[in-house]
């Protein structure tokens, strides 16, 4: 182990002494890429307060995030030049707070025949002797995905300003004795270290229709050996953007990607190319072997767990070492025409960063908007104990719908009205699309209307309903786009999950983010998560209203009720 950091630590002066390729920071047209002239609009209802987004143009992909310093870094993939996906950049923005964000220079631009072609994602490492490096995908002259490296010019800047390119990229190839799809191999993760002081790390990929994560060894860090399969799944297609990471059993600590031991599970996550939704699996990895097992239970295809079921893709976490937790940040792209999306100028947003953690059940995540997100609150309207009757709603005054945070908590005394679950009602985005807000029921449905007009024409619904099933009770958490906007041409797909949880012994609780054109929503506590980006043409600015609402026959109790109107973050 300390062989390896010293010869990292003089393989890295050397490199940062000479021999580097400097990276421009001024924007270049690069040919093979698309890119459309923005026609930003200065009326913008749909543009966001406090959820991270560029002041115009296309952003996809978070890359490289991590903090150094005490400072957060968020690089993200970006077309400077439109409002479409095309010449694509590494953007560079940086934060103390994960609220308020200053914009950099682009820190990785196309410039070296091994990423002539684009700059597309990749993931941070801290080296030891306090030493951040960039793993990338580079799309070289002959258009195959390679990775590569980069590193700060100068490491004692804490904004980490400029970035240079180690002279030998790319580090990783695809050969013809490799046997990788050279247009699928991609989006390396963060790289761990093994108790044998090798340096590991994988690249999404797939071997015909069977998904792979591609796992590769180095002593230095330059010098890369491609070792086996980390792991695989049979007909799952492309594994974009993998994330492989530790999380601890009944503890709320995060951990460095490179702890193993007791008491420790691991969780492999994936960017599914073929349904653009992200799935993890929760399980064990032996560093030995290194070979990743997912639990028995832990489906490892488009039918297991997701981080969120609404718009939420290509996702990172990192370890926040200074707060001890994980952080995942994930892409929320718009709803909205890609005409449309040109007219105002902008294109794709970040979620709310998230605090995620293994549940105490051992079997899933938890996730959660970071702590951080409550200075932006203003002053709290609050209610506790209302009775809420079947086919009634209450508007909660006081509070600017269009921006703001809310969090509800019901309670449930009688379970007679629960309708029976169909056995075969088994996908939640179809149930909730055959039941929606407007659909009543026994118990449920009930929650939010948010970004709702003044006549109800115009409104989103987050709610719940539960059904009773043989072994107890069935709790859908729903997100209904059906009413979200009169204009037609949005997508406004109703988006649905199962909640993990016992409604006789815990109360139904839902957190709701409000930001103009998205509404992200929290049930059980973070058990399962959905997104929705909502263009209303009614409910906007300050003709829009929130409310609670029961749509079924059963009475339910809100227990406690909190919101705030948010204030707005400097993201310049």
Known sequence: MALCSTRLLCLFSLLFSHAVVHLEASHQVYKNFQSLQCNSSAYQPYRTSFHFQPLNNWMNDPNGVMIYHGIYHLFYQYNPLGAVWGNIVWAHSTSKDLINWIPLDPAISPSQPSDINGCWSGSATILPGDKPVIVYTGI???????????????????????????????????????????????????????????????????????????????????????????????????????????????????????????????????????????????????????????????????????????????????????KHRRILWGWINESSSQEDDIKKGWSGLQAVPRSILLDKSGKQLVQWPVVEVKTLRGKPVGMNNIELRGGSDLEIPNIKATQADVEISFKIKDFKRAEALNPSWTNPQDLCTQKGASVKGGLGPFGLLVLASKGLEEYTAVFFRIFKSKNGYVVLMCSDQSRSSLYEKNDKTTYGAFVNMDPVSEEVSLRTLIDHSIVESFGGEGKSCITARVYPTLAVEDKAHLHAFNNGTATVIISKLGAWSMKKAQIA
Request: glycine letters at 6%; charged letters at 20%; a neutral charge.
């Open 140 to 322: 070289n002259p002959q258009n195959q995905q390679v990775q590569n490296l980069a590193m700060p010019k100068n490491q004692s800047d804490p904004y980490l300003r400029e970035w240079i390119k180690y002279p030998h990229n790319p580090l990783m190839a695809p050969t013809p004795i490799s046997k990788i799809n050279a247009s699928s191999f991609r989006d390396p993760t963060t790289a761990w270290q093994g108790p044998d002081g090798l340096w590991r790390l994988i690249v999404g990929s797939e071997i015909g229709n069977t998904g792979v994560a591609i796992l590769y060894t180095s002593k230095d860090f330059l010098h890369w050996i491609l070792a086996h399969y980390l792991h695989s799944s049979k007909a799952t297609g492309m594994w974009e953007c993998p994330d492989f990471y530790p999380v601890q059993i009944n503890s709320s600590k995060g951990l460095d990607t490179s702890t193993t031991g007791a008491n420790i599970k691991h969780v492999l996550k994936l960017s599914l190319d073929d349904t653009k939704h992200d799935y993890y699996t929760v399980g064990s990895y032996n560093p030995n072997k290194d070979i990743y097992t997912p639990d028995k239970g832990s489906v490892d295809n488009d039918s297991g767990l997701r981080y969120d079921y609404g718009k939420f893709y290509a996702s990172k976490t990192f370890f926040d070492s200074s």
